[in-house]
């Protein structure tokens, strides 16, 4: 039996207001004819299928494209569990229907842990695995809110009933297995934290809890399941040194601190219970480069990257000393009619001034389009008469960005 675990579409996600529609098209066309040539029997989607819980139209619309091609391969299931981006009840609506087409959809942890566990039956009505669908567990689910509770207690209760949910499903499924009296394999979902993962500046992925919450040691899993396809982090990754622990990360560079990183999808083998994995390389659809340097540098990279004349999104990130007032105005007259498109400008003298007035353990990313505004405002020499009229015009200029992405939408 063949499967394929991928994860973290993210479907309709944007990078810095660019639109990447035809990246998330091109990677699921790619996936199509990846399972028909790789003979894959199952589909597992590991959570984070949209990026937000209200996905735009052309976001479904890519989704249930891709449903109906599945439907048209040799391939006999697909199982796709909700993320924490996910809308449990959005996923779930035409799970009926879905459910005709061998789509298994679990968008949350359903009142009856039966109804959570998949018999996968081959072409023959035989059964070829049992599989656990854990969509992301919510605070709800695990736990009872009692008074006096301090953070730490809260922490404790939802690791134990993580560690709870996934030994009682297992034990469920195991018992289903010798039931069925049939030698095949245990194979569970999840969209987590595990311990130790690998992160990378910039990829989105957001805490799952408060705290540290989450980070659940291999262990919960090693001795319980065959394979365990996970989701939530974006880099392709094993867990713990545990060969069968694996998230297969993000299909497209969620950032441009993925820039140089090689996505993948996981090819799982079954022979019996015995899992052989290897990982499948994503084509790149669009590049990205991160270039750093002060203004010579930046002028000679984006130079090189011009006279390339391949499509390149930049995000530019300048560590001058000298005062650049129109660095911008310069980078964009260099890459004028060509096919470079700048995304992002840091300018690390005005985030360095901007970042000085509080903690040194905050970055930009922890702060609001407002509060860089507001600090901007505060180190820059502007009369205290003239402050107001700023923020209005600033908060017009935001209102008419963000009716325009609702329009494209």
């Known amino acids: 039996m063949n499967v394929l675990h991928t994860s973290d579409w993210h479907l309709g996600r944007m990078l810095y207001g660019k639109k990447r529609y035809n990246e ?5 066309d790619w996936l199509i004819t990846t399972i028909k040539d790789q003979r894959i029997d199952c589909l597992i989607v590991a959570g984070d299928i949209f990026d937000t819980t209200t996905p735009s139209n052309r976001a479904q619309s890519l989704y249930y494209q891709f449903l109906c091609d599945m439907a048209k391969t040799e391939c006999r299931h697909v199982v796709i569990v909700a993320g924490n981006h996910d809308s449990p ?40 695995a049992i599989l656990c669908a854990v969509p992301y567990l919510r605070d709800r689910d695990l736990r ?38 049939a030698d095949i394999p245990l194979i569970a979902t999840g969209h987590l934290f595990a311990a ?10 957001r805490d799952l809890y408060v705290g540290s919450l989450g980070h659940v040691g291999v262990d919960v899993f090693a001795d319980l399941f065959d394979y365990v396809a996970l989701g939530h982090l974006h880099v ?39 899992a052989e994995v290897q990982t499948l390389d994503i084509p790149l659809f669009q590049k990205l480069v991160k270039l750093q340097g002060d203004l010579t540098d930046l002028r000679d990279q984006l130079t090189r990257l011009v006279h390339q004349k391949e499509s390149v999104w930049v995000e530019l990130v300048y560590t001058g000393k000298e005062i650049a007032p129109h660095l911008r105005d310069d980078m964009e007259q260099i890459i004028e009619d060509s096919p470079v498109e700048i995304l992002r400008l840091q300018n690390k003298q005005i985030v360095d001034r901007i970042l000085s007035q509080s903690d040194q353990s905050e970055s930009l990313e922890d702060l609001s389009v407002h509060d860089v505004f507001e600090r901007c405002l505060s180190t820059g020499d502007h009369p205290e008469a003239q402050q107001d009229d700023l923020r ?11 009716e325009d992405d609702t329009r494209a939408e």
């Open 24 to 28: 998330f098209a091109a990677f699921l």
């Open 89 to 128: 009840s959005f996923l779930d609506a035409p799970k009926a229907l879905l459910k005709a087409l061998n789509v298994h959809v679990v968008g949350q942890r359903s009142d009856h842990m039966s109804d959570d566990i998949l018999v996968l039956r081959d072409a023959n009505a035989q059964p070829e």
């Open 144 to 181: 009872k809110v009692e008074a006096g509770e301090t953070l730490k207690d809260k922490e404790q209760k939802l690791l134990t009933g993580i560690k709870q949910h996934y030994h009682e499903i297992a034990q469920t499924a195991a018992r289903l297995r010798t039931d069925l009296k």
């Open 196 to 205: 130790g993962g690998r992160l990378e500046e910039g990829d989105g992925v």
């Open 236 to 274: 392709p990754q094993v867990v713990g040194g545990c060969d069968i622990v694996r998230y297969s990360g993000s299909p497209l560079p969620m950032g441009f601190g993925e820039a140089k990183q090689q996505k993948s999808v996981c090819k799982v083998t079954f022979d019996a219970t015995t």
């Open 392 to 402: 209005h015009a600033y908060n017009e200029i935001l209102k008419t960005l963000y």
